[in-house]
């Protein structure tokens, strides 16, 4: 080498990564310069450790706010991390040259306010940035860059034989490329056949293969490049141009101390021809004079491959990292070996795979690629074989091969040596000794609050969610619906160490953060459903230092708060963190009191409240009806709450004043509580139904009735009164009001199940013998004119076999 090795790669690129193992193996630098933040070299040793397991990447963020971050992901097949790795082994000095984090996340800080202020400006720009990998594929005819690359690149040299030496000719039916990228391909092919030539046999005419030469695939590379940035100069990345002054800087400083011939350079294949442009040092630092700075810390964080298939770090967002993955790391035969790995996967799902459906989509790939004049199967053609043969034609197995496959959940491993904020250790340890392993695959986790470990796994998520650090999401348990259980969907995201980060400013244990969050948030809230929902969350999250602040401000917002809508939405939250206290032996005598005042005053505030809405703020209002009305049914009634209630709802059923979506709700809950008999809720319908009502009207009445998941439509289909004048009514909507009031009854008929909405349009098609108002004194046709006690009781095991749960949780259930 007479000068510094210029390794241009694609990130991510597994044939760039192989590459550039090659190169460095033959040249041996004593130096190796990464394009990435300089404050990591401080951290590159941690790469040799065996419990750093890639995807990793690389964290930094502003010290004051840690929110202001930026990622530098690393993948095993991304060339990045093979020449680390290789560097670390051979023992040659490894340093990042990129432009530092503490002025990247400064200009993006700045780049983000000026797009603030001129997005139109920001659009135009954002429309003519320049992607060279999707420039060079359209040159060579395919309209698919990932395509192209993986023709290229991924599937020539070291997998054995090709399906066809074909691969540089344009694709028939592909768009017409403009006169530049036609100069460009021109200048490829020049530099192709030059590193051809040095083969001296026909079957080198690939510049991947070992007998061009390792550094070939990089010069040709190189000049396509050139020729690109010759005509598009930037490509619209304004700020290339900062960094690569930088680049240089440290490029000449590594010459100096090295020796230019002892320096390889690894970074993206766009910055090569700025590397090897001839400028001074005086031009590059007035590019660097005046930068915005910020203090920053930095450290390793696991990444997934999820991540990887979207654009952020590098800004080379791949669409199929578990692809490249095993394209990199199989040793051979990668076709053989994927469709084996697809099969063991539908296997697992209980699918009917065998080895012939492998054989058989093996040979349908290669020819394919053989149709398609490809070296060799790439993604398209295995998938569009396993589409064939293992999955039927069908997408449904199809889109299970993607997620788990092709994109994949692979999480990174970073050693407990790794810098981390103190609230990242505490979580750590919790996570272990809890048995709570952070996982980038989605799973359910289901919880018995009666055993120490689970409710201290409950305790811990509660507290992340406080946090803002969304691990787990509470979700509906699939068993009981007790208070002692809870169910949570769990998923490791890489963004959230940089929320953790965050929360660090709280405090450096997980419980002394979500306390003082919790009290800032208890002083600063001015909404009272606002401060419920928060003593909700602290009775869960069990933070007793920071519940004597909460029920301070709760008692004196509810004081002063005459909004009964207000009071109406915070009243769930409350009634619902009593049941809590049960359960976690929690005092919430002074939340009972608090909630019991808002129940009296909600008896007495709602009626007039429901009058004269209109149909927005009758919608929201049943609303806050059903949430009351829940939240009443788990209050102590020791005060009569639950009868004062209930004769609220008599009021509102029976004033012709109140919406009629509202009305229909209040009868129908009534109902539901055997307080209005089956007659009455009859003669409550036929008065809303009548010919003196409007239709929008009677409309509204039946969708707070029957509509939502309330189970109107099986109420509909056992009681044939309430059929027939839901169908007498909708038949006698003259012609010109019908238009208006279908949404409403489209929306309220739609909410119901297939089977049920099936069974209506069967009663309703039998006619009025079926439907009509009259009704047989045994009752709807199919049932008992009562109970048969000693019958329900016979399901009682078989429940108790499928729920899995004992006696004591199936009286939780019935109770």
């Excluded at 502003?62 to 060339?79: K, N, V, Y």
């Amino acid at each position: 080498m007479t000068g510094p090795l210029l390794l241009g790669v694609r990130h991510h690129g597994p044939g760039s990564a192989r590459a550039v193992r090659a190169a460095l193996e033959a040249a041996a630098p004593a130096a190796v310069l990464i394009e990435g933040p300089p404050e990591g070299d401080a951290l590159l040793p941690l790469a040799a450790d065996e419990r750093m397991r890639p995807p990793v990447a690389l964290l930094a963020h502003a010290t004051d706010d840690p929110g202001r971050a930026a990622f530098w992901p690393l993948a095993e097949f991304s060339p990045e991390w093979v020449a680390i790795r290789w560097a670390l082994a051979n023992g040659s000095v490894v340093r990042f040259i990129d432009l530092p984090a503490t002025h990247s996340l400064a200009m993006a800080d700045e780049s983000r306010d000026e797009q603030r202020e001129s997005d139109g400006e920001a659009e135009e720009t954002a429309d003519v940035r320049i992607d060279p990998i999707a420039v060079l594929a359209a040159t060579a005819g395919y309209d698919d860059p990932e395509r192209w690359w993986e023709d290229v690149v991924e599937l020539r040299g070291g997998h054995g034989a090709r399906a066809s030496t074909a691969g540089g000719d344009a694709l028939p039916g592909s768009p017409a490329s403009p006169d530049v990228a036609a100069d460009v391909a021109a200048d490829v092919a020049d530099t192709a056949r030059g590193a051809y030539a040095t083969g001296g046999a026909e079957e080198c005419a690939d510049p991947f293969t070992p007998c061009a030469g390792p550094f070939a695939p990089f010069a040709a590379l190189g000049e396509a490049m050139t020729a690109l940035r010759e005509t598009y100069g930037h490509g619209g990345h304004d700020r290339d141009l900062v960094r690569e002054a930088y680049m240089r800087l440290q490029l000449r400083a590594a010459g100096k101390e090295f020796g230019g011939a002892a320096v390889a350079v690894v970074c993206g294949a766009w910055h090569v021809p700025a590397l090897q442009a001839k400028t001074t040092v005086t031009a590059d630092k007035a590019l660097l004079k005046g930068l915005p700075k910020v203090r920053t810390e930095t450290t390793w964080v696991p990444w997934t491959h999820r991540r990887l298939a979207r654009r952020s770090g590098y800004g080379a967002g791949i669409d199929s990292p578990g692809w490249y993955g095993h394209l990199f790391g199989a040793p051979n035969r990668p076709v053989e070996r994927w469709m084996t790995k697809v099969a063991r996967l539908l296997r697992d799902e209980d699918r009917m795979v065998s080895s012939a459906h492998v054989i058989e989509a093996v040979r349908l790939a290669g020819t394919l690629a053989v149709m398609r004049g490809r070296p060799l199967a790439g993604l398209t053609e295995t998938v569009d074989a396993v589409r064939a043969v293992m999955c039927d034609g069908s997408d449904v197995p199809l889109d299970l091969v993607r997620d788990r496959l092709i994109v994949g959940d692979v999480l990174g491993e970073v050693p407990d040596t790794a810098p981390a904020v103190p609230l990242q250790r505490d979580l750590t340890r919790q996570q272990r000794s809890l048995r709570l392993k952070p996982e980038a695959l989605e799973r359910e986790l289901d919880l018995d609050l009666r055993k120490e470990n689970d409710a201290a796994r409950s305790r811990l998520l509660h507290r992340l969610r406080l946090l803002a650090v969304g691990w787990g999401e509470p979700v509906t348990s699939r068993g009981s619906t007790g208070t002692f259980r809870e169910s949570w969907r769990l998923r490791w995201e890489p963004e959230l160490s940089v929320r953790v980060a965050e929360a660090g400013v709280w405090g450096t244990t997980v419980l002394a953060a979500a306390t003082a969050k919790a009290e800032t948030r208890a002083v600063s809230a001015t909404a009272l459903a606002e401060i419920t929902a928060l003593a909700e969350q602290c009775l869960l999250a069990e933070l007793p230092d920071v519940l004597p602040v909460v029920m301070r401000t709760l008692a004196d917002r509810a004081a002063l708060d005459a909004d009964v809508g207000h009071l109406a939405q915070a009243l769930p939250a409350l009634a619902r963190s009593l049941r809590y206290g049960d359960v976690r032996s929690t005092d919430t005598a002074a939340l009972g009191e608090v909630a019991a005042g808002l129940a009296e005053r909600i008896c007495v505030g709602l009626p007039p409240a429901c009058v004269g809405l209109d149909a927005d703020g009758a919608a929201e209002m049943r609303e806050r009806l059903d949430g009351v009305h829940t939240a009443v049914a788990l209050l102590p009634d020791a005060g009569g709450t639950g009868e004062r209630w209930r004769s609220v709802l008599g009021k509102l059923a029976a004033r012709d004043s109140v919406a009629g979506v509202i009305r229909g709700r209040a009868a129908r809950l009534l109902l539901d509580e055997g307080r209005l008999e089956e007659d009455d809720a009859a003669r409550l319908m036929a008065l809303a139904l009548s010919r003196g009502t409007e239709p929008a009207e009677a409309a509204a009445w039946i969708e707070g009735f029957v509509g939502g998941a309330s189970g109107g439509g099986l109420l509909l289909v056992h009681d044939e009164r309430l059929l027939g004048l839901v169908d007498a009514w909708l038949s006698g909507v003259p012609a010109g009001a019908f238009t208006d009031v279908l949404p409403l009854l489209r929306r309220t008929f739609s909410a119901y199940e297939p089977g049920v909405r099936r069974t209506l349009g069967e009663l309703v098609r039998r006619g009025p013998a079926a439907t009509g108002p009259a009704r047989t004194a045994v009752g709807t046709p199919g049932f008992g004119p009562g109970l048969d006690t000693a019958r329900a009781d016979a399901v009682v095991p078989v429940l108790r076999l499928l729920l899995g749960i004992d006696d004591n949780d199936l009286a939780e259930v019935a109770r």
